[in-house]
Protein backbone atom coordinates (compact mmCIF):
# COMPACT_ATOMS: atom_id res chain seq x y z
CA UNK A 1 0.00 0.00 0.00
CA UNK A 2 1.68 3.05 -1.26
CA UNK A 3 0.24 6.41 0.69
CA UNK A 4 -1.25 7.58 -2.72
CA UNK A 5 -0.42 11.34 -1.97
CA UNK A 6 1.65 12.28 -4.83
CA UNK A 7 -0.70 10.51 -7.41
CA UNK A 8 -3.47 12.18 -9.09
CA UNK A 9 -6.22 10.71 -9.74
CA UNK A 10 -8.72 10.51 -13.12
CA UNK A 11 -12.37 11.29 -12.48
CA UNK A 12 -14.20 8.28 -11.77
CA UNK A 13 -16.71 7.43 -14.30
CA UNK A 14 -20.39 5.18 -14.37
CA UNK A 15 -20.33 2.95 -11.36
CA UNK A 16 -21.78 -0.83 -11.70
CA UNK A 17 -22.54 -2.08 -8.22
CA UNK A 18 -22.05 -6.06 -8.64
CA UNK A 19 -24.70 -8.36 -6.56
CA UNK A 20 -23.30 -12.26 -6.42
CA UNK A 21 -26.87 -14.30 -5.45
CA UNK A 22 -27.28 -17.91 -4.89
CA UNK A 23 -30.55 -18.43 -3.21
CA UNK A 24 -31.41 -14.67 -2.24
CA UNK A 25 -35.13 -14.66 -3.36
CA UNK A 26 -36.01 -12.82 0.52
CA UNK A 27 -33.34 -10.46 -0.53
CA UNK A 28 -32.92 -9.81 -4.37
CA UNK A 29 -35.91 -6.88 -4.33
CA UNK A 30 -35.07 -5.19 -1.26
CA UNK A 31 -31.31 -4.98 -1.70
CA UNK A 32 -31.81 -3.62 -5.33
CA UNK A 33 -34.12 -1.06 -4.26
CA UNK A 34 -32.12 -0.06 -1.48
CA UNK A 35 -29.17 0.68 -3.49
CA UNK A 36 -31.15 2.28 -6.44
CA UNK A 37 -32.00 4.46 -3.41
CA UNK A 38 -28.88 5.23 -2.10
CA UNK A 39 -26.81 5.59 -5.61
CA UNK A 40 -29.39 6.69 -7.97
CA UNK A 41 -26.96 6.93 -11.12
CA UNK A 42 -25.33 4.01 -10.60
CA UNK A 43 -26.06 0.73 -12.16
CA UNK A 44 -26.83 -2.81 -10.64
CA UNK A 45 -25.57 -6.07 -12.29
CA UNK A 46 -26.68 -9.30 -10.38
CA UNK A 47 -24.64 -12.47 -10.73
CA UNK A 48 -26.98 -15.14 -10.36
CA UNK A 49 -25.67 -19.15 -10.45
CA UNK A 50 -28.67 -20.69 -11.69
CA UNK A 51 -30.16 -20.40 -7.86
CA UNK A 52 -32.76 -23.20 -7.47
CA UNK A 53 -35.41 -20.60 -5.19
CA UNK A 54 -35.62 -18.46 -8.39
CA UNK A 55 -33.73 -15.36 -7.47
CA UNK A 56 -32.50 -15.09 -11.27
CA UNK A 57 -36.30 -15.07 -12.33
CA UNK A 58 -37.03 -12.44 -9.60
CA UNK A 59 -34.27 -10.02 -10.81
CA UNK A 60 -35.15 -10.47 -14.53
CA UNK A 61 -38.42 -9.01 -13.62
CA UNK A 62 -36.58 -5.86 -11.70
CA UNK A 63 -34.62 -5.80 -14.97
CA UNK A 64 -37.53 -5.46 -16.80
CA UNK A 65 -38.57 -2.72 -14.92
CA UNK A 66 -35.73 -0.60 -14.97
CA UNK A 67 -33.21 0.18 -17.40
CA UNK A 68 -30.24 0.33 -14.20
CA UNK A 69 -30.41 -3.24 -13.69
CA UNK A 70 -28.88 -5.76 -15.25
CA UNK A 71 -28.58 -9.69 -14.40
CA UNK A 72 -26.06 -12.25 -15.39
CA UNK A 73 -27.51 -15.67 -15.52
CA UNK A 74 -24.56 -18.43 -14.98
CA UNK A 75 -25.17 -22.03 -15.36
CA UNK A 76 -24.24 -23.22 -11.74
CA UNK A 77 -23.15 -22.19 -8.41
CA UNK A 78 -19.48 -21.99 -8.48
CA UNK A 79 -18.37 -19.85 -6.04
CA UNK A 80 -18.58 -16.09 -5.44
CA UNK A 81 -15.10 -15.75 -7.00
CA UNK A 82 -16.05 -17.20 -10.20
CA UNK A 83 -18.93 -14.74 -10.21
CA UNK A 84 -17.49 -12.09 -9.25
CA UNK A 85 -14.97 -12.32 -12.36
CA UNK A 86 -17.82 -13.10 -14.51
CA UNK A 87 -19.17 -9.71 -13.61
CA UNK A 88 -15.74 -7.79 -13.49
CA UNK A 89 -15.85 -8.79 -16.97
CA UNK A 90 -18.94 -7.62 -18.09
CA UNK A 91 -18.85 -4.17 -16.30
CA UNK A 92 -15.41 -3.59 -17.83
CA UNK A 93 -16.85 -4.47 -21.26
CA UNK A 94 -19.71 -2.52 -20.70
CA UNK A 95 -17.53 0.17 -19.93
CA UNK A 96 -17.97 1.21 -16.33
CA UNK A 97 -15.15 3.45 -14.52
CA UNK A 98 -15.95 1.75 -11.16
CA UNK A 99 -16.53 -1.36 -10.23
CA UNK A 100 -18.73 -2.16 -6.70
CA UNK A 101 -18.99 -5.80 -4.67
CA UNK A 102 -21.59 -6.09 -2.60
CA UNK A 103 -23.26 -8.83 -0.86
CA UNK A 104 -26.97 -9.37 -1.39
CA UNK A 105 -28.28 -10.01 1.70
CA UNK A 106 -28.08 -6.62 3.49
CA UNK A 107 -24.83 -7.29 5.34
CA UNK A 108 -23.41 -4.42 3.19
CA UNK A 109 -25.45 -1.38 3.85
CA UNK A 110 -26.37 0.42 0.49
CA UNK A 111 -26.48 3.51 2.56
CA UNK A 112 -22.34 3.52 3.00
CA UNK A 113 -21.64 3.36 -0.38
CA UNK A 114 -21.65 7.21 -0.93
CA UNK A 115 -18.65 7.06 1.10
CA UNK A 116 -16.67 4.24 -0.27
CA UNK A 117 -17.36 5.96 -3.60
CA UNK A 118 -15.89 9.21 -1.84
CA UNK A 119 -12.70 7.51 -1.15
CA UNK A 120 -12.05 6.23 -4.17
CA UNK A 121 -11.95 9.93 -5.88
CA UNK A 122 -8.74 9.94 -4.02
CA UNK A 123 -7.64 5.69 -3.99
CA UNK A 124 -7.28 2.86 -6.53
CA UNK A 125 -9.35 0.63 -4.27
CA UNK A 126 -11.77 1.03 -1.44
CA UNK A 127 -12.69 -1.58 1.23
CA UNK A 128 -15.44 -1.50 3.47
CA UNK A 129 -13.80 -2.77 6.35
CA UNK A 130 -14.77 -4.06 9.64
CA UNK A 131 -11.83 -3.77 11.94
CA UNK A 132 -10.86 -0.17 11.73
CA UNK A 133 -11.62 2.23 14.39
CA UNK A 134 -15.40 3.45 13.57
CA UNK A 135 -16.13 0.04 11.95
CA UNK A 136 -18.42 -2.36 13.46
CA UNK A 137 -20.42 -6.05 12.72
CA UNK A 138 -23.95 -6.21 14.13
CA UNK A 139 -25.89 -9.54 15.08
CA UNK A 140 -22.45 -11.46 14.56
CA UNK A 141 -22.40 -14.92 16.30
CA UNK A 142 -18.99 -15.07 18.32
CA UNK A 143 -17.49 -17.72 15.77
CA UNK A 144 -17.85 -15.96 12.71
CA UNK A 145 -16.38 -12.45 14.29
CA UNK A 146 -13.82 -15.10 15.46
CA UNK A 147 -12.92 -16.67 12.88
CA UNK A 148 -13.27 -13.27 10.47
CA UNK A 149 -10.95 -11.61 13.02
CA UNK A 150 -8.60 -14.13 12.66
CA UNK A 151 -8.90 -15.31 8.88
CA UNK A 152 -7.74 -11.06 8.58
CA UNK A 153 -5.04 -11.10 11.36
CA UNK A 154 -3.41 -14.55 9.77
CA UNK A 155 -3.37 -13.09 6.11
CA UNK A 156 -1.99 -9.83 7.22
CA UNK A 157 0.59 -11.33 9.01
CA UNK A 158 1.39 -14.13 6.69
CA UNK A 159 1.16 -12.09 3.28
CA UNK A 160 2.71 -8.61 4.78
CA UNK A 161 -0.74 -6.52 3.58
CA UNK A 162 -1.24 -3.56 5.62
CA UNK A 163 -4.73 -4.03 5.80
CA UNK A 164 -7.34 -4.59 8.66
CA UNK A 165 -9.89 -6.56 7.21
CA UNK A 166 -8.63 -8.33 4.22
CA UNK A 167 -11.70 -10.98 4.24
CA UNK A 168 -14.34 -8.33 3.97
CA UNK A 169 -16.56 -8.06 0.83
CA UNK A 170 -17.92 -4.74 0.04
CA UNK A 171 -15.39 -3.09 -2.32
CA UNK A 172 -14.81 -0.28 -4.94
CA UNK A 173 -12.34 -0.68 -7.32
CA UNK A 174 -11.66 1.64 -10.41
CA UNK A 175 -11.95 -0.23 -13.52
CA UNK A 176 -7.85 0.45 -14.06
CA UNK A 177 -6.97 -1.55 -10.88
CA UNK A 178 -8.89 -4.44 -11.87
CA UNK A 179 -7.05 -4.59 -14.93
CA UNK A 180 -3.84 -4.22 -13.50
CA UNK A 181 -4.64 -6.82 -11.25
CA UNK A 182 -4.10 -10.00 -13.47
CA UNK A 183 -7.31 -11.52 -12.54
CA UNK A 184 -6.98 -14.00 -15.65
CA UNK A 185 -4.83 -15.81 -13.09
CA UNK A 186 -7.19 -15.46 -10.08
CA UNK A 187 -8.47 -19.26 -9.15
CA UNK A 188 -9.95 -18.38 -5.35
CA UNK A 189 -13.62 -19.65 -5.36
CA UNK A 190 -14.91 -19.08 -1.89
CA UNK A 191 -14.21 -16.07 -0.29
CA UNK A 192 -10.26 -16.37 -0.18
CA UNK A 193 -10.90 -14.52 -3.51
CA UNK A 194 -11.10 -11.29 -1.66
CA UNK A 195 -7.78 -12.18 -0.11
CA UNK A 196 -6.26 -13.10 -3.40
CA UNK A 197 -7.77 -9.76 -4.94
CA UNK A 198 -6.34 -7.39 -1.79
CA UNK A 199 -2.53 -8.92 -1.91
CA UNK A 200 -2.59 -8.47 -5.69
CA UNK A 201 -3.16 -4.70 -5.12
CA UNK A 202 -1.05 -3.98 -2.25
CA UNK A 203 1.54 -6.10 -4.12
CA UNK A 204 0.89 -4.16 -7.81
CA UNK A 205 1.42 -0.60 -5.82
CA UNK A 206 -1.80 0.66 -5.62
CA UNK A 207 -3.03 2.67 -3.36
CA UNK A 208 -5.50 1.05 -1.02
CA UNK A 209 -7.88 2.80 1.58
CA UNK A 210 -10.06 1.44 3.91
CA UNK A 211 -13.28 2.88 4.88
CA UNK A 212 -15.16 1.63 8.13
CA UNK A 213 -17.98 -0.03 7.87
CA UNK A 214 -21.70 -1.57 10.03
CA UNK A 215 -21.59 -5.27 8.91
CA UNK A 216 -25.42 -6.34 9.52
CA UNK A 217 -25.69 -10.18 9.88
CA UNK A 218 -28.26 -11.25 7.33
CA UNK A 219 -31.76 -11.58 9.17
CA UNK A 220 -33.29 -13.61 5.88
CA UNK A 221 -32.35 -16.82 3.96
CA UNK A 222 -29.12 -18.93 4.71
CA UNK A 223 -25.47 -17.74 4.88
CA UNK A 224 -23.12 -19.82 2.10
CA UNK A 225 -20.53 -20.07 3.96
CA UNK A 226 -19.28 -23.28 4.69
CA UNK A 227 -16.00 -25.86 5.62
CA UNK A 228 -14.42 -26.11 2.25
CA UNK A 229 -14.34 -22.11 1.89
CA UNK A 230 -12.99 -21.72 4.82
CA UNK A 231 -10.09 -24.51 4.10
CA UNK A 232 -9.75 -23.41 0.61
CA UNK A 233 -8.77 -19.66 2.23
CA UNK A 234 -6.41 -21.57 4.75
CA UNK A 235 -4.11 -23.53 2.47
CA UNK A 236 -4.32 -20.63 -0.05
CA UNK A 237 -2.99 -17.94 2.15
CA UNK A 238 -0.35 -20.33 3.44
CA UNK A 239 0.30 -21.79 0.39
CA UNK A 240 0.86 -18.06 -0.95
CA UNK A 241 2.66 -16.85 2.18
CA UNK A 242 5.16 -19.28 2.16
CA UNK A 243 5.74 -19.53 -1.57
CA UNK A 244 6.52 -15.53 -1.26
CA UNK A 245 8.76 -16.05 1.31
CA UNK A 246 10.50 -18.65 -0.05
CA UNK A 247 10.66 -16.52 -3.05
CA UNK A 248 12.22 -13.94 -1.63
CA UNK A 249 14.92 -15.71 -0.08
CA UNK A 250 15.96 -17.48 -2.98
CA UNK A 251 15.94 -14.21 -4.72
CA UNK A 252 18.23 -12.75 -2.15
CA UNK A 253 20.93 -15.46 -2.53
CA UNK A 254 22.59 -14.42 -5.51
CA UNK A 255 23.42 -11.02 -3.96
CA UNK A 256 24.08 -12.49 -0.48
CA UNK A 257 27.11 -14.28 -2.19
CA UNK A 258 28.46 -11.45 -3.41
CA UNK A 259 31.78 -10.30 -2.46
N1 LIG B 1 -23.34 -16.19 -7.67
C1 LIG B 1 -22.96 -16.71 -6.49
N2 LIG B 1 -23.16 -16.00 -5.36
C2 LIG B 1 -22.76 -16.55 -4.18
C3 LIG B 1 -22.16 -17.83 -4.10
N3 LIG B 1 -21.88 -18.08 -2.78
C4 LIG B 1 -22.30 -16.99 -2.09
N4 LIG B 1 -22.84 -16.07 -2.92
C5 LIG B 1 -23.38 -14.74 -2.60
O1 LIG B 1 -22.34 -14.03 -1.98
C6 LIG B 1 -22.86 -13.17 -0.96
C7 LIG B 1 -22.19 -13.51 0.37
O2 LIG B 1 -22.57 -14.81 0.78
P1 LIG B 1 -23.16 -15.15 2.22
O3 LIG B 1 -23.78 -16.47 2.17
O4 LIG B 1 -23.99 -14.02 2.72
O5 LIG B 1 -21.84 -15.25 3.06
P2 LIG B 1 -21.54 -14.73 4.53
O6 LIG B 1 -22.02 -13.33 4.62
O7 LIG B 1 -20.04 -14.83 4.64
O8 LIG B 1 -22.24 -15.65 5.45
C8 LIG B 1 -24.36 -13.37 -0.98
O9 LIG B 1 -24.94 -12.38 -1.79
C9 LIG B 1 -24.52 -14.76 -1.60
O10 LIG B 1 -25.76 -14.97 -2.22
C10 LIG B 1 -21.98 -18.56 -5.32
O11 LIG B 1 -21.48 -19.68 -5.36
N5 LIG B 1 -22.39 -17.95 -6.47
MG1 LIG C 1 -23.78 -12.69 4.24
Known sequence: ?????????????????????????ENIKPIVSRVRAAVPDAHILVADDNSPDGTGKLADELAAEDDHVHVLHRKGKEGLG????????WGIEHDYGVLVEMDADGSHQPEELPRLLTALKGADLVLGSRWVPGGRVV??????????????????????????????GF????KETLEGLGLDE????????QVDLARRAVAAGYH????PITFVERELG???MSRDIVVEALWRVTAWGVGSRAGRL??????????
Open 186 to 193: VASQGYCF
Open 250 to 259: LGRKPSDERP
Open 1 to 25: MNDGGQRRYGPLGRTLVIIPTYNEA
Open 139 to 168: NWPKSREFLSRGGSTYSRLLLDVPIRDVTG
Open 208 to 211: VVEV
Open 171 to 174: RAFR
Open 82 to 89: AAYLAGFR
Open 222 to 224: DSK
